[in-house]
T-cell receptor
Framework: DAGITQSPRYKITETGRQVTLMCHQTWSHSYMFWYRQDLGHGLRLIYYSAAADITDKGEVPDGYVVSRSKTENFPLTLESATRSQTSVYFC????????????FGEGSRLTVL | AQRVTQPEKLLSVFKGAPVELKCNYS??????LFWYVQYSRQRLQLLLRHISRESIKGFTADLNKGETSFHLKKPFAQEEDSAMYYC?????????FGTGTSLTVIP
């Protein structure tokens, strides 16, 4: 039972490069989310998706692009990475129903030099 | 606008002592609140949710609408409780998290 997986787990890149973080879930949950975790800011929502081909901005979407061509995949792309995007990125999916529990991936630690 | 506030970034208690992690929220509607926990080298996971009124691993949290609070409590802290704790508010399809409290239980 893989659940929700992220790749890569660790990535070092340079300013200006494009980076894509992958997220895959095996439950067919409709809702998926991308958060970034930073000291002093906690978890902040970047983008979320209600279903395939439906995405929406969260609190901090600038500099990021998402797509959702298939229900199970929700990649996050940094088109031109900046140092301020150094962070730990978490993907999550939401269990259907009113309880709305989030299930998180293990996180992707990105360093932009 | 800050929707969830966790005033303590760091909290240390001795093993066996009571622990309370504070969470205050700002929301005009009917709130749905959660506590998530992240143990060292593990993924974030749900600890408890207010609608369930449950006790998980000895932790409880009561929603106080008058004080707009959802504090997490445990009467006797254990070393394995050392972790990062996040309070979260669900509004519609979005979850808003606080900045987190890092709890250390001293043996």
């Amino acid at each position: 039972d893989a659940g929700i997986t992220q790749s890569p787990r660790y990535k070092i890149t340079e300013t200006g490069r494009q980076v894509t973080l992958m997220c895959h879930q095996t439950w067919s949950h409709s809702y998926m989310f991308w958060y970034r975790q930073d000291l002093g800011h906690g978890l902040r929502l970047i983008y979320y998706s209600a279903a395939a081909d439906i995405t929406d901005k969260g609190e901090v979407p600038d500099g990021y692009v998402v797509s959702r061509s298939k229900t199970e995949n929700f990649p996050l792309t940094l088109e031109s990475a900046t140092r301020s995007q150094t962070s730990v990125y978490f993907c999550a999916s939401r269990r259907p129903g009113n309880t709305g529990e989030l299930f998180f991936g293990e996180g992707s630690r990105l360093t932009v030099l | 606008a800050q929707r969830v506030t966790q005033p303590e970034k760091l909290l240390s208690v001795f093993k066996g002592a009571p622990v309370e992690l504070k969470c205050n929220y700002s929301y005009s509607g009917s709130p749905e609140l959660f506590w998530y926990v992240q143990y060292s080298r593990q993924r974030l996971q749900l600890l408890l949710r207010h609608i369930s009124r449950e006790s998980i691993k000895g932790f409880t949290a009561d929603l106080n609408k008058g004080e707009t609070s959802f504090h997490l409590k445990k009467p006797f802290a254990q070393e394995e409780d050392s972790a990062m704790y996040y309070c979260a508010l669900r509004t519609g399809n979005q979850f808003y998290f606080g900045t987190g409290t890092s709890l250390t239980v001293i043996p």
